[in-house]
C-alpha cells in the first residue's frame, strides 16, 4: 500500500547527505539504488491501483481501518526494503575492497556514469 515511503525517504535523505558521505564509500550507488527501487515502488503501485493521481493519493487512506494495515506495511514491508537496499550496498563496497586488497582490482577508481 504504502512500503515505498520508507525507501522514498531514505533516498531523499542520502542525496541531501550525498557531499558529507565519503567518496570511497560511492554514495552515487546507493541514491541510485533507492531511487531505481522507488521508482519502481511507485510504479507498481500505480499499477495495481493503490496508488491514484487524486486526493488522497493512497487508496488506503479511505477508509481509517485500512490505514493501521498501510501503517503495518510501511514499518515491516518498507523497511526490510530499505535495509536489504542498504545491506546490497555494502556488500558491493566489501566486495571491491576485498578484491582490490588481493591484487586483482579491476574496477574503476570512479565511475563514470
Do not use: N
Amino acid at each position: 500500500m504504502a512500503c515505498f515511503v520508507v525507501p522514498t525517504s531514505a533516498a531523499v535523505l542520502v542525496s541531501g547527505a550525498k557531499k558529507k558521505i565519503p567518496a570511497e564509500l560511492h554514495p552515487e550507488r546507493l541514491e541510485l539504488m533507492l531511487w531505481g527501487g522507488t521508482a519502481m515502488l511507485v510504479v507498481d503501485h500505480l499499477m495495481t491501483g493503490e496508488l491514484v493521481p487524486y486526493p488522497p493519493f493512497l487508496t488506503a487512506m479511505k477508509d481509517p481501518a485500512d490505514m493501521a494495515v498501510m501503517f503495518q506495511e510501511i514499518a515491516t514491508t518498507g523497511v526490510l526494503m530499505t535495509i536489504l537496499v542498504f545491506a546490497i550496498w555494502f556488500g558491493m563496497i566489501a566486495f571491491e575492497r576485498f578484491s582490490c586488497r588481493r591484487g586483482g582490482c579491476s574496477f574503476p577508481s570512479e565511475a563514470k556514469w
